[in-house]
């Protein structure tokens, strides 16, 4: 499917970009900033410049396109509400949602879908009363930009396009705009409640944002306005309180509304303004939020340790593609944690872990840096590193569904696959492809149908045909023909992948992994963090495959190796030159202080 999105270089616009590639769709990108984006993306992406509030060329992009993502706009808080600043915004928000309508009008062949992003803003002060999609428009500057906003979007409808109406609340992302600016305030332990704090917030976690934005694409029965907020909208104070526990600071200060108005005009009264938004469209339609309150939302974002709602996602992995801003060339402190891919040590050559490596990781341990082995099965060439005295005893073994403690030779920390969601997801394999093979994975042992291949753990459990493991499972391996894997993906990617019960790992033509949603080395990186007390900045990574995609963009800084695929490479602050010790380098250079 080709999807034109504009506003792809924004904090959102970003991540869903890398979203769509990952699923395998065709981007093409409107946008004014065309070397940003070829920057993040590369030639993944079909760079398309122009100015989405004025007519031009770009609009002939949208003719034969399946869908449109219109993310393009001012940011509503990025400055002072000036007079000249308002105006910018209703231009930039009013004349390209009237440019982008204008073209699906003329194009020969229309898209079936549009989604225009809006804002919450619409219902203007709602109190403590649940404002739904059929909760009437409020009153104010930002509730009637929205609605001339959307007025503008129902222009679409009589043209025989699905138009969505994705009204977003305060989205929750490090790097975007509103965590950018209050994650300093509250780390130096200035964090502070604004007025009473009881008016109410409507946020939502930026993954949850771009996976309520794909449903949205892809949900034929969604159309009109759409909520992407979190299920439970949460009131200011606790907002507050719980990023202050989030960042281990303590949070007793309040602001008056007086004091915001003085720096921020206009925007601070949007601040004091009680929004209780409720996703009632996506909930009838079956989406399942990965952060439905503020706890499990600062969980994932700030060195989350045991996430407790399910089911998450990895989404799959899209939220840890290129989405990142650019990695420094330098660490910006010296590393506490390293986190070793094993795909990135064992040189593809030869089958051997790559020189200088076991020198170079024993050296960053002398340094008081804790060496942490990402691996994606025990049994790997790297297995040796895995039970190092030296070595920090943790390691990340099946992408992160296992945390595996060598000194104690069992797991710490293990994320299953939901039963009920195995059983189903196993009868639906069978049916796609009678003849596969499933192998199903513990956190330490292994069950299969038939032999186990090559590289898997010892089977201690055999099954008849049809039958389910009576221990909990850690991954479900389906091996079979290219043509039947093929027809496996295609028969659980709609209940399952999409619906978000599960991540999907492709290997090779022949394999699909199939996880628990949070199965992610990124994920279990933060849980590390969390237990040793370290920030993200003073975590580095050592990457060279696509696995490690949530690595490369989570960690402070990050080197891939030579041979690393590109969106990977992308992703990391140094590309390491194909030398004989490149690893070794890397550590003494970020580390070792050489």
């Known amino acids: 499917m080709r999807v034109v999105v504009t506003g792809g270089t924004g904090s959102i616009g970003r991540r869903l970009v890398a979203a769509l590639l990952l ?36 609009q002939r992009a949208i003719d034969g396109a399946h869908a449109v993502v219109h993310l393009a706009g001012a940011g509503i808080a990025d400055r002072r509400w000036t007079h000249r600043y308002r105006e910018v915004i209703e231009t930039s928000r009013i004349e390209s949602t009237h440019q982008v309508v204008s073209a699906i009008e003329e194009a020969s062949e229309r898209p079936q879908v549009v989604v225009f992003a809006s804002a919450t803003g619409f219902y203007g002060d709602t109190g403590d009363e649940e404002a739904g999609e059929r909760f009437p428009p409020g009153k104010g500057f930002l509730a009637d930009l929205c609605v001339r906003w959307e007025d503008e979007a129902k222009k679409a409808e009589p043209l025989g396009v699905r138009v969505v109406r994705a009204r977003i609340g305060v989205v929750l992302d490090e790097a975007g705009p509103a965590l950018r600016k209050l994650l300093p305030w509250f780390r130096a332990g200035l964090g502070s409640t604004l007025g009473s704090g009881r008016q109410w917030m409507p946020w939502v976690h930026h993954r949850d944002c771009v ?68 996703p009632n ?70 089958g051997q872990v790559r020189t200088g490596v076991r020198e170079a990781v024993r050296s960053a341990s002398s340094h008081g840096c804790a060496v942490v082995v990402a691996s994606d099965r025990a049994s790997s060439a790297a297995s040796a590193m895995l039970v190092d005295p030296l070595l920090h005893p943790i390691s990340i073994v099946a992408n992160g569904a296992v945390l595996w403690n060598a000194r104690e030779g069992k797991a710490s920390y293990v994320e299953r696959i939901e039963q009920g969601t195995l059983a189903a997801i196993s009868l639906a394999v069978r049916r796609a492809a009678p003849s596969a093979q499933l192998l199903f994975e513990g956190d330490d042992w292994s069950a299969s149908e038939d032999e186990a291949p090559d590289g ?139």
């Open 23 to 58: 699923r395998g769709d065709r981007v093409s990108l409107v946008t004014r900033r065309p070397r940003d984006a070829r920057r993040l993306f590369g030639a993944d992406v079909e760079v398309i410049a122009g100015d989405c509030a004025c007519p031009g060329p770009w």
């Open 211 to 278: 996976a309520a934005l794909l449903h949205c694409l892809q949900t034929r029965e969604l159309s009109g306005p759409v909520n992407i907020t979190a299920p439970e909208p949460c009131q200011q104070r606790r907002f507050a309180k719980t990023l202050g526990r989030a960042v281990q600071r303590p949070m007793f200060l309040w602001t008056p509304r007086i004091a915001l108005r003085i720096v921020f005009g206009g925007v601070a009264d949007e601040l004091f303004t009680s929004q209780r938004v409720v």
């Open 281 to 350: 469209a996506l909930l009838a339609h079956r989406f399942t939020f990965i952060a439905p309150t503020i706890e499990t939302a600062f969980e994932l974002l700030l060195q989350e340790d045991h996430p407790t709602v399910a089911p998450p996602t990895q989404r799959p992995k899209f939220d840890t593609v290129a989405t990142s801003l650019p990695k420094p060339v330098r660490p910006p402190v010296r590393p506490r944690l390293l986190i070793v891919s094993a795909e990135a040590v064992v040189d593809d050559g030869n």
């Open 456 to 594: 898997f753990m010892p089977i201690t459990l055999r099954l008849s045909p049809g039958e389910l493991p009576p221990r909990p499972t850690v991954r479900l391996h389906v091996l079979d023909v290219p043509e039947a894997i093929s027809a496996v993906r295609q028969a659980i990617e709609s209940p399952f992948w999409r619906e978000r019960k599960i991540s999907i790992f492709q290997r090779g033509g022949s394999r699909l992994v199939i996880a628990s949603p949070l199965v992610d080395r990124a994920i279990a990186a933060q849980r590390i963090a969390r237990k040793l007390g370290a920030s993200r900045e003073e975590i580095m990574a050592i990457v060279g495959d696509v696995d490690d995609l949530g690595l490369a963009d989570w960690c402070g800084f990050s080197v891939a190796v030579a041979d690393a695929p590109d969106v990977v490479r992308r992703l990391a602050g140094v590309i390491l030159a194909a030398t004989d010790d490149p690893i070794g380098t890397a550590v003494a250079s970020y580390i070792a202080g050489a």
